[in-house]
Every structure is written in C-alpha cells, then in structure tokens.
C-alpha cells in the first residue's frame, strides 16, 4: 500500500512537470484556431473516438478554438452495400450518382456528424463543452462547384472528361457561424463539421474532407491545421520521417517521387491552407492516443509540419 501510494505521488509530480514544460507552448495556442482533419482511421471505433473527443474538449478548455472536419468514405461505403447500391469507380474515384449522394449525405451529415458532436459533448459534460454537428449546407457555409477530371485514352492519347456525378470542389467559405460559435463568451461551442457542400444552382455535392479542412481553416486564417492520418509523417528519400518542410520542399517530395500513393493528396491540401493563410498543417498520425496534444503542447511534435518558408 505504502508503494503504491508513493508511485502514485511520483505519477502525480511527474504529471505537474510536464503541465509546467508546456505553459510557453498553450501561450501560443491561447485563443487561436487550429482546425481538425478527423479521418476513417480512428471512427466507428468507440475506445478511439471517446479518447479523440477528450482531447478535442481539453484543447477547448485550455483556451485553444477546435474546429473538426471529418470524412466518412468507409462508413459510406458499409452503407452503400447494406442498401444494396452499386458504386463505380473512376481512377480510384467514386462515381457518386443520384442515390449515392443521398446515402453519402444521409452517412455523413447525419451518423458520424452527429455521433462526434455527441462524443465531444459526453467527454466535455462537467464543464459544459459541448460539440456542435453541421454540414457545409448549414448557414451557407460552403458553396462548391462540380468537381472536372480527364482521362487520357492510351491508345489515342486524347484527354476526355470524366463525369464522377456529385463530387465538388470547395469554391467560397462563408465562415460567419464557425466564428459566431467560438467566439462565444458565454459558452464553450466546438463546430463539427460534414464535407457536405451545395452549388450555385442549389444541387448537394459530396467533397473530400481533407479539402474541406484546408478551405474552412484557410477562411478562419487558423494557426494550425491538423491533418490527421494513418502514418506517422512524411518521409523522406531515406525513409526518415521529416519534422518540418517548407511549401517549395514540399512540392519537390511530389515532383521527384519520394511523395507517393495518399500522400500527394495530403501535401497538396497543405499547401493550399497555408497559401490560403493558414500559418502552418501538421500530417501526423491521429491513431497514437493524445497525438494532437503531443504537437501542439510539446517541443517534440508529433508528425511533420508544412510551413510557407
């Protein structure tokens, strides 16, 4: 018993230790925005979730603004199956029709929005953080435009479009309700929000989440974006992970092929939030418990970081 409770008195030094060592670092942090990219690696695994959410409300309740963008592709796809629709795929692309749109948008406007929201507002329950669940086409949030894609036939080499149906591109951010929601000062309001978005001429459009997350954090002029993945950073023509990269870096991973598969997606989402304002993105692993707190909260950094220069 008597070990026992010196271990625990240990565990409760250590735990101010490290309180202390990241003081300089939620200085930083006190009252900016870092918008969240909250991916299929982790969701529709509750443990994982809930643990996501605690962090996401003590980045809330240590004076940092959240905003979570999240995607939803396998849970899309376990629907589309148990309905019995049939998914084309173009290039890796889903076509997503007229039924696919509406399961698309049924999925992710509807149970993973919502089921993060409730998660954060579960785990933020005795301060009174609470998630709040949108989708672009709340408040005209996000306006798109047709996603156009060419295919090169290798026998003529002609380039023709290819139609992917209800697949947009992010075109304007309105972002008057995310900032009315953090800049409460009454309450604590986390937005969590679905890459729904809606066109000119009113129709709905599915659109890459990671897409989403750059142009809703480029709108907000966020300190930082997180884009949280199944890998532990970008690696380089070694192997080795880097820690840090600027955008004409960045572009050379691509040119050269070091940046391969996934990756070129990612980098390029970087690239266009900070070009958009975003100060810095960090690509890190989000299925390590507390990576998020470990980037922003220590001098290690958890992933690699894409900075302008």
Not at 150 to 161: A, L, V
Not at 215 to 225: D, N, Q, Y
Request: aromatic share 4%; no cysteine.
């Amino acid at each position: 018993m008597i070990e026992t409770d010196r271990l625990s008195e240990e565990r409760g030094w250590e735990t101010a230790k490290t309180l202390a060592e990241a003081l300089p670092y939620i200085q930083v942090y006190d009252r900016e925005t870092v918008v969240i990219k909250y991916g299929g690696h982790a969701m529709g695994e509750s443990a994982v979730a809930r643990q996501f959410a605690a962090d996401v409300v003590l980045l809330k309740l240590m004076g940092v603004n959240p905003v979570v963008v999240h995607g939803g592709g396998p849970q899309i796809s376990a629907m589309l199956d148990k309905a019995g629709v049939k998914s084309a795929f173009v290039d890796g692309l889903r076509v997503t029709d007229k039924d696919t749109m509406a399961v698309a948008e049924m999925v992710l406007s509807g149970a993973v929005n919502k089921e993060i929201a409730h998660w954060i507002t579960v785990a933020g329950k005795e301060a009174d953080v609470r998630g709040v669940g949108l989708s672009g086409k709340d408040a005209g949030l996000l306006t798109v435009e047709k996603t156009r894609r060419t295919k090169r036939d290798p026998d003529s080499m002609i380039e023709h479009e290819v139609d992917l149906g209800f697949v947009g591109e992010p075109t304007k951010v309105d972002p008057k309700l995310i900032k009315g929601l953090i800049a409460s000062e009454t309450e604590d309001w986390v937005p969590v929000i679905a890459p729904i978005g809606v066109a000119e001429d009113g129709l709905t459009y599915n659109v890459n989440a990671d897409t989403v997350a750059g142009a809703v954090a480029g709108a907000l002029h966020a300190k930082r974006m997180l884009l949280l993945t199944d890998v532990p950073g970008v690696k380089g023509a070694d192997g080795e992970i880097i820690r840090q990269m600027t955008l004409e870096e960045a572009q050379g991973l691509i040119d050269d092929g070091v940046a391969t598969g996934g990756m070129i997606p990612k980098l390029e989402t970087a690239m266009a939030a900070v070009r958009a304002g975003v100060e810095a993105v960090v690509i890190l692993d989000g299925r390590r418990p507390h990576a998020m707190l470990v980037e922003l909260f220590t001098e290690h950094g958890a992933g690699t970081l894409v900075k302008a220069k």
